[in-house]
């Protein structure tokens, strides 16, 4: 039997998908300046972890019936059992066959705590591998984009940065205590974070900040490789990194890729390229730089957003003898591929972005206000976006989706990331939103979901010099699962918090169907149900106490 708390969720999330949501309410500017907030743009560490969301961990607790994806890229496979002893798993037995009813008195028959899984679908808990926490200029507090991942399958986050340095320090070592209802944590930080040390503009300064770092609970680097970030600065942080187990990850801004490119930065032994920058860079055809507009700006973010989308047909393209080499170069470097595709999908179809069904019940008033065209706030950049600069946006990700499909096909490392917060991306949402996306690109159903489980615990654990103890379902590894009442393999958008409409054929109406019904995380039950009632709560709360009208308004 499912507990007491754990049925009550399905309550709370039949009242929660009651109609179909529209838009968010934006923060009327007075009401955000005269409201009794916290300091915009600061931390609010999450509150403790309650019976209400969460049950265990247990003695012993069996998944009962299940349908296994293992996170290999194994085929589904099942009825399966599966035994979890504290935060381990001991076992994943075949609980019966497909057709035939399952047997009863199967063994355990000594569990504290069961959990029907009959019909279900059991995955690893998903990875993140680009996260960011929401301040206070979006959020009240961490819980929110903490329990929006959670409602979503993700169990492990790598946050680039998560938050300031003494924040995600304490909320990485919160989490793993599991004091609070959050994924693991890894805490990267920028090259000189949090040290008295000043700004790291020598080679002795970057490997002297590595060394601090390593001392202070950091697990690895965000490079942006532009003001004192040197290549040859960035090679030396690298290389130290590596000698104290910590991982690499670089945005290559524009500011600074025509000196320090993909292929470089991974030559120097980079660990993951974030997003799209320096790819194209590093596959220009007639020219070394990109061919920016006379009148480009980069601190006009539309500027420097439309302007991106240019790069398809200044590159060479896929199939080329320069694309396949690229490739073979990257692959060979051990470089990893994190293309977090949703971050700028609004760039190629900004009114679906805008539009999307969590943002009524789900967008805080502050994010929605955040996600607004201004000029003052990073990601905002829709200042005039026009049907052309769409297109070329739809075009460029044609061949950012190739080039990521191919380096996937051989054999090079691609993980899943969000970036949420920024651009119309809400967490939690955005993951799912990334799985479409990769699906689009070329990857099959079963290597989007390796890609999201083993491949993102690879990585993360790799600098480390240690196995994986998550991203794969088996004995021995950590309790995190994901546990859905649809086949993901068959539709991802059963995924969503929201859940997904279909219409029923004995009634000929609609109903929302899916969603996680529960994320385990080393070894605790979380109801997705209940945490996606209390963000709705959250919302609502942020909304009343700003004083904004019942009905959404437009911007």
């Known amino acids: 039997m499912i507990s007491q708390s754990l049925k009550l969720g399905c309550a709370a999330f039949a009242l929660m998908l009651g109609g179909a949501a529209l838009h968010a309410q934006q923060v009327p500017a007075a009401a955000e300046t005269t409201a009794k907030s916290p300091q915009r743009g600061r931390w609010v560490p999450a509150p403790p972890r309650t019976s209400k969301e969460s049950a265990g961990p247990f003695r012993k607790m069996v998944i009962r019936g299940a349908t296994l994806i293992d996170g290999t890229g194994g085929p589904p496979m099942g009825p399966m059992d599966i035994v979890v002893e504290g935060n381990r798993i001991t076992s994943v037995t075949q609980a019966g066959w497909p057709g035939l009813p399952l047997a009863g008195n199967r063994q355990p028959t000594d569990a504290d705590y069961e959990i029907d899984a009959t019909g279900m679908y059991v995955m690893p808990g998903f990875v993140d591998a680009h996260a960011h926490a929401a301040g206070t200029d979006k959020a009240p507090s961490m819980s929110y984009n903490y329990k929006l991942w959670l409602a979503h399958g993700v169990t492990t986050v790598r946050g680039v940065s998560l938050a300031g340095p003494d924040v995600a320090s304490s909320e990485k070592n919160r989490s793993a205590a599991n004091e609070i209802a959050a994924p693991r944590i890894f805490n990267y930080q920028t090259l000189g974070a949090g040290w008295s040390g000043g700004t790291v503009d020598s080679v002795a300064k970057a490997r002297a900040w590595v060394q601090w770092a390593a001392k202070n609970n950091i697990d690895g680097i965000k490079f942006f490789n532009r003001g004192a970030e040197t290549p040859e600065i960035i090679t030396a942080a690298i290389d130290e990194a590596h000698k104290n187990n910590m991982g690499t990850v670089a945005h290559l801004s524009q500011n600074g890729v025509a000196n320090f490119n993909a292929r470089q930065a991974a030559a120097a032994g980079l660990d ?24 480009y700006n980069y601190n ?35 470089v990893n591929f994190d293309p977090t595709f949703n971050i700028y999908a609004a760039s190629r179809d900004l009114m679906r972005a805008r539009n999307a069904d969590w943002h009524e019940k789900y967008t805080t008033p502050q994010l929605w206000n955040y996600f607004q065209s201004t000029r003052d706030n990073h990601g905002s950049y829709f200042f005039d976006w026009t049907t052309d600069i769409e297109i070329e946006w739809k075009n460029f990700y044609k061949y950012f989706m190739s080039l990521v499909n191919d380096y996937k096909n051989i054999g090079g490392s691609v993980t899943i990331g969000t970036d949420s917060g920024f651009i119309w991306k809400v967490y939690g949402f955005a993951y799912v939103e990334e799985m479409e996306l990769m699906r689009e690109a070329g990857f099959t159903p079963l290597e989007v979901i390796r890609t999201a489980t083993k491949n993102g615990a690879e990585v993360l654990w790799a600098p480390k010099k240690v196995a994986p103890p998550v991203g794969v379902v088996r004995a021995g590894m950590l309790a995190d699962l994901v546990i859905v009442p649809e086949n993901p393999l068959a539709n991802f958008k059963t995924l969503y918090g929201t859940g997904h409409l279909r219409l029923n054929p004995q009634t000929n109406k609609q109903e929302r169907v899916g969603g996680v019904r529960y994320t385990v995380k080393d070894g605790i039950v979380y109801d997705a149900h209940v945490l996606m009632a ?22």
């Open 272 to 295: 993951t390229i974030t997003h799209f920058y320096g790819h194209f860079e590093s596959l220009l055809k007639d020219t070394t730089i990109q061919k920016f507009r006379s009148d």
């Open 300 to 334: 006009n973010e539309q500027d420097r957003f439309s302007s991106v989308a240019e790069l398809w047909h200044q590159a060479y393209g896929p199939g080329t003898d320069q694309w396949k080499a690229y490739l073979e170069t990257q692959k060979e470097s051990g």
């Open 534 to 555: 209390e963000v709705a709560e959250m919302v609502a709360a942020e909304k009343q106490r700003l004083g904004l009208p019942e009905r959404p308004v437009q911007p």
